[in-house]
């Protein structure tokens, strides 16, 4: 054990140095607190937005270092995002979800469907997006929007905008 401890302290730091960060490079997510928790709900979509938040959950924008992480209770969540059309047996699951959270919450639909119901649009089986149960949510739109899209969105959320406050239903 002494002999593996004496060459590590031998050897020393092997690690490269991190990149220096781009001049353009979004700053860090400034949210109450400093971070945002998020609770997914799928509500019936074709899983092209999930891939989308697997990817923005990846290295490459590792949404953790601005403070935003995706949590498996809606108690412990600030935001409720929403993906797809929103069928009828998931209006009550997500109203629950929106009742459990702690005020203030905030929601936003990523995806076509979850704006506006995308091509499911009109068909009985679906409720045509977020906008009947909270109306006010913010929108991310697209089929399906970029992680990037999505990210910047989240990110938008804790900045103060006069013009849009974040629904506090």
């Not at 059309?85 to 998931?90: A, G, I, L, N």
């Amino acid at each position: 054990m002494v002999r593996i401890l004496l060459k590590i302290l031998k050897t020393g730091l092997l690690t490269e140095p991190p990149p220096p960060l781009s001049p353009d490079a979004p700053g860090p997510f400034l949210a109450v607190g400093g971070s945002l928790a998020i609770r997914h709900v799928d509500a019936g979509s074709c899983n092209a937005c999930e891939l989308e938040l697997h990817a923005l959950n990846g290295s490459y924008y590792a949404p953790e270092r601005d403070g935003l992480r995706f949590v498996a209770s809606p108690r412990h969540a600030d935001l409720l995002l929403v993906t797809g059309p929103v069928t009828r047996p998931m209006e009550q699951a997500l109203r629950d979800t929106h009742e459990a959270m702690a005020s203030p919450k905030t929601v936003l639909a990523v995806g076509d469907c979850a704006c506006h119901g995308g091509v499911f649009r009109g068909n009985p089986a679906v409720h045509n997006g977020v906008d009947g149960l909270f109306p006010g949510a913010r929108k991310v739109p697209g089929c399906p929007p970029s992680p990037s899209a999505i990210l910047q969105a989240l990110r938008g959320l804790s900045r103060s905008d006069p013009a849009k406050p974040p629904s506090r239903a």
